[in-house]
Structure formats: C-alpha cells, structure tokens
T-cell receptor, first 113, second 113 residues
Framework: LAKTTQPISMDSYEGQEVNITCSHN???????ITWYQQFPSQGPRFIIQ???TKVTNEVASLFIPADRKSSTLSLPRVSLSDTAVYYC??????????????FGQGTILTVHP | DAGVIQSPRHEVTEMGQEVTLRCKPI?????LFWYRQTMMRGLELLIY????????DSGMPEDRFSAKMPNASFSTLKIQPSEPRDSAVYFC???????????FGQGTRLTVV
C-alpha cells in the first residue's frame, strides 16, 4: 500500500510555475517530507525537504500545511529541462524505519515549448 | 568525491546465468540502498544497509536475489539464476546519517535474454 499519492502526470509550458501536490494521509508525527527528481536514464536526485510550513532553495519551494496531510512542490518558471519524474517521500526522523527511502509512483512532468 | 559508482553500466546475460552488480558508495556514507526500476513496478527498494549490516530486505523478490556489504566501500547484488523478468535498471544509493539527501549512482541496465 503506497504511503503517498500524487498525480500520475502533468503538463506545463516553458516559463510557467508548476505545482505538484502529494497526499500524506497517514504521515507519522516525526516524518519529514522529501522530494526527488529523476531524469531519463539517471538515478533520482534530491530536490528539497521540509517538516512544516514553507522551505525554499535555489531549485524549488515546498509548502506543507499545518495538518501535514499534503505537500506541494513548486517549480518557478519551468524550462524544457525540468521535464522529469518527481517523487514525494516520507522519511522517518528516527526509530526502526530511520533511513528507509521508499519511492511511490511519481509524477511525470512534461514541459512543452 | 566521484559519487556513487556502479558497475557494470550495462549487462546482457542469458537466462540461468549468475549476475553480479557492484556498487561503491560515497566515502563516509553509512547507509547503502539497492533499488530496481521497471516501467511496470516503478522504483522498488530491494534492501538497505546501515554500517554494512542489512536493515530491511523485505523488498528482495525471492531467494534468487542476495546482497552483501563486506565493507564500507563496497556492496554487491547477486542474482542466481537470472530470469528474463529480472530485466530492469538497478540503482545503488548512499546516504550519511543526519544528512537530508541520498545520492544515486548511474544505474546498471540488466537485460536477461
């Protein structure tokens, strides 16, 4: 049973802002929310991680509401090179599951010219 | 650091043969993960190690699969005997305790004919 739920695919155009939302209906109190990006023929690459509210780095922003039942990855002004699969994960901060990285189905983002 | 190094990059073998995939994690990383990726099943966690000790091997498909980590700088994933349904891209990843991101290798594309 998948821990997270996200759209299978999304389409966008160059220069637009893209928001990908993930559902975390059973997230544990101490779990972090992490997003990875995967280009064709490459391994996944870390994008951003957060616990609550908003986190921003040079690549993306991550919005997590107070109830933490969802998270939204925001990519500003996408380009063709942002075409990839985006995964949301829940990572345990401690306990027996600490360190375990389980990927769901991911969202295929296609950016059009 | 050169990143996570996997070998070989490509492997074609006949059904019934033994296949060994190799991984060198990033120096200083104490977690190592093995994943399998196919179109049908997505990115599956097979097994992960902490300090060279297997922590969770519940994702290993069956007894034909085995993984070892004899030291902190080397791990192997062995399939014996191989079957056509084992054809996939196998990724290795490593992470250090306390860090937010895991780093993936370039993967090994395995084809069993």
């Amino acid at each position: 049973l998948a821990k997270t739920t996200q759209p299978i695919s999304m389409d966008s155009y160059e220069g637009q802002e893209v928001n990908i939302t993930c559902s975390h209906n059973n997230i544990a109190t101490n779990d972090y929310i992490t997003w990875y990006q995967q280009f064709p023929s490459q391994g996944p690459r870390f994008i951003i991680q957060g616990y609550k509210t908003k986190v921003t780095n040079e690549v993306a922003s991550l919005f997590i509401p107070a109830d933490r039942k969802s998270s939204t990855l925001s990519l500003p002004r996408v380009s063709l090179s942002d075409t990839a699969v985006y995964y949301c994960l829940e990572e345990a901060a401690g306990g027996t599951s600490y360190g375990k990285l389980t990927f769901g189905q991911g969202t295929i983002l296609t950016v059009h010219p | 650091d050169a990143g996570v190094i996997q070998s070989p990059r490509h492997e074609v073998t006949e059904m019934g043969q033994e296949v060994t995939l190799r991984c060198k994690p990033i120096s200083g990383h104490d977690y190592l993960f093995w994943y399998r990726q196919t179109m049908m099943r997505g990115l599956e966690l097979l097994i992960y190690f902490n300090n060279n000790v297997p922590i969770d091997d519940s994702g290993m498909p069956e007894d034909r699969f085995s993984a070892k980590m004899p030291n902190a700088s080397f791990s192997t994933l062995k399939i014996q005997p191989s079957e056509p349904r084992d054809s996939a891209v196998y990724f290795c990843a490593s992470k250090r305790t306390g860090d937010t991101e895991a780093f993936f290798g370039q993967g090994t594309r395995l084809t069993v004919v």
